[in-house]
């Protein structure tokens, strides 16, 4: 067995390591090796769910709604002892509302931008590792090397990094390799490239319009950066690339449009021949729309795996999963070479990140001191877009009766919307605040300020987020009533940053970018004028609309 190319980046491997991957891979029955290529969901501690896991003994996890750091190690360490070879443990490490619940609230990609010091990039990525391998998590699903192009992509959002290239390049690049350099592998995603189409994979096959010329400046440039620089995975998405298949087959017609994860020409073809990435490809979720609108389960599957991917990500029913997987190996729809190749390279990351020796002991995380820095960080990020009637710093002496309009914090793991907090902060500052209700007549004899809050971030399975004058107000006519003329108005969304498309003539208007507590808290001081706004624009908040800046 030949497995000198392990020694080339990303892997780097050496010659024990490489011994220790032969090792282990001689080890492995076929039904072990298929089992390999499975990383399944593991949410929350259900007993039952923990010991299907443990009878199925995949190659990975990814955690989500986890506990504290040491219940998390003591978890995993019972999952590795049923396991064949050290589990790869992964989650998605993008701040904001996917912080690691035993951690602080960190910023997401939209808002590191907004900041845009790569100091600070470069610190908090820093502390996510700490507090991330505390929990005994070693692969992430970012960076996110998506472009925010489309401003009604409600899937990237605040989940990337803006829409400007240099940016993206040095921020997600940056946040890989500290990533890496700690211990922790990274994903880069989502290959072949999110945002120039405003619809969510989650739902349907997204699309790239662009040629194969305009791909190799925009998204191209990314992934060969993330690649030369070392990543150790990609994520393939459900993502098709039409002009690139018809540069070899100008009839492919529907082919054209199959989502890269299942595309030999994409994930295998242009990633792995021509970018030369000799890493580790991980699919994205297996059970999004954008794969399984394409065709049945038991036939993407398996081709999922022929087109180049070495990790199954995610699975209602493992051992169904594991039937397609048999059936089509048998057929010869799916070969043992490639499962043996996914399964090698799914063993030298494992490798490359140590687990195949003694892990020395994890530090403690200093949370009160990551909790501090977490709070002067949410200070720095939020943009004050426009104010043309110069209604802020908020003043309790003119100020004092505050109207409301909310939606809540809308966040696709919760049935109901959360409540904001900020309410609250600003009546512990001295504010009359109502929230308003349907009905309810607003006047300038009432209320000396209106607030509107908006937290929808960037969500799973949201096909578009916009303003809802109608789910505001609950009512048709008010709907249509805009108070900013007779009493001083401000609008803060806490996610999704395009806010203005629907309310151009708003006087005042804030982009967020996260709906935490560490944000809103950071937000009320910044409304009383305790601290100075950001005014740093990562994305283009008028989208395109002259009449947004005025």
């Not at 009604?152 to 350099?181: N, W």
């Not at 998405?237 to 989502?259: E, M, V």
């Not at 990020?381 to 309790?396: F, G, H, R």
């Not at 629907?502 to 944000?519: F, K, L, Q, W």
Request: hydrophobic share 40%; net charge negative; proline share 6%.
């Amino acid at each position: 067995m030949n497995l000198d190319y392990l020694r080339r980046n990303p892997f780097n491997l050496d010659s024990d390591a490489i011994s220790w991957v032969e090792m282990c891979f001689n080890s492995l029955t076929q039904d072990e090796k298929i089992r390999q290529l499975f990383t399944l969901q593991c949410p929350g501690n259900d007993v039952e769910m923990i010991n299907r896991i443990k009878d199925f003994r995949p190659g990975g996890i990814t955690r989500m709604m986890a506990g504290n750091a040491a219940s998390e190690r003591e978890l995993i360490a019972k999952l590795n002892d049923a396991c064949p070879t050290p589990l790869l443990v992964s989650a998605d490490l993008e701040g904001s509302r996917m912080s690691l619940p035993s951690g602080a609230e960190w910023p997401n990609p939209l808002g590191l931008a907004a900041i845009d010091d790569i100091a600070v990039t470069e610190k908090v990525s820093l502390v996510m590792v700490q507090e991330a391998r505390a929990a005994g998590i070693n692969w992430s699903f970012t960076p996110v090397l998506d472009i925010n192009h489309a401003f009604r992509s409600a899937i990237v959002a605040t989940r990337g990094f803006g829409s400007d290239i240099d940016i993206i390049e040095k921020h997600a690049i940056c946040q890989m390799e500290v990533f890496q350099k700690h211990g922790i592998a990274a994903a880069v995603k989502h290959w072949p490239g999110e945002g120039y189409d405003d619809r969510d994979q989650h739902l349907v096959t997204t699309v790239i319009p662009l040629s194969v010329n305009e791909w190799r400046k925009t998204f191209g440039r990314l992934y060969e950066k993330a690649i030369s620089g070392g990543a150790l995975s990609v994520m393939s998405a459900h993502i098709a690339f039409p002009a690139y298949i018809k540069t070899n087959d100008k009839d492919a017609g529907i082919n054209a449009f199959k989502p890269a994860s299942i595309s030999h020409e994409l994930t295998t073809q242009l990633l792995r021949e021509d970018l030369g990435f000799n890493g580790l490809i991980v699919s994205d979720a297996t059970p999004m729309a954008g794969l399984g609108s394409w065709s049945k389960r038991q036939d993407y599957l398996p081709e999922l795996v022929k087109a180049g991917c070495d990790v199954i990500l995610f699975s209602d029913d493992p051992n169904e999963d594991l039937n397609y997987l048999n059936a089509a190996l048998e057929k010869g729809r799916l070969t043992w070479d490639r499962v043996d190749d996914a399964v090698i390279r799914q063993l030298a990351m494992k490798a490359a990140l140590g687990l195949h020796v003694p892990s020395p002991a994890v530090p403690e995380v200093d949370q009160q001191s990551n909790a501090g820095y977490s709070n002067v960080v949410a200070r720095r990020a939020p943009t004050l877009v426009k104010d043309v009637q110069n209604n802020l710093p908020l003043d309790a002496s003119k100020h004092r009766r505050i109207l409301i309009f909310s939606t809540g914090v809308v966040f696709p793991f919760f049935p109901q919307p959360l409540p904001f907090i900020l309410p609250d902060l600003l009546k512990d500052s001295g504010f009359d605040v109502t929230i308003y209700e349907a009905g309810m007549d607003v006047t300038a004899t009432d209320f000396d300020f209106v607030l509107y809050l908006f937290g929808q971030e960037t969500l799973l399975t949201l096909g578009r987020i916009n303003l809802d004058w109608l789910g505001l107000t609950g009512d048709f006519g008010a709907a249509m009533k805009r108070h900013w003329h007779d009493i001083p108005t401000a609008m803060i969304s806490f996610g999704y940053p395009y806010m203005l498309y629907d309310a151009p003539r708003a006087p005042t208007y804030i982009n967020a970018y996260s709906t935490t507590e560490t944000t809103q808290r950071a937000v009320h001081d910044l409304l009383l004028g305790k601290c100075i706004w950001n005014e740093i624009n990562p994305i283009d908040p008028f989208v395109g609309l002259e009449d947004a800046r005025y």
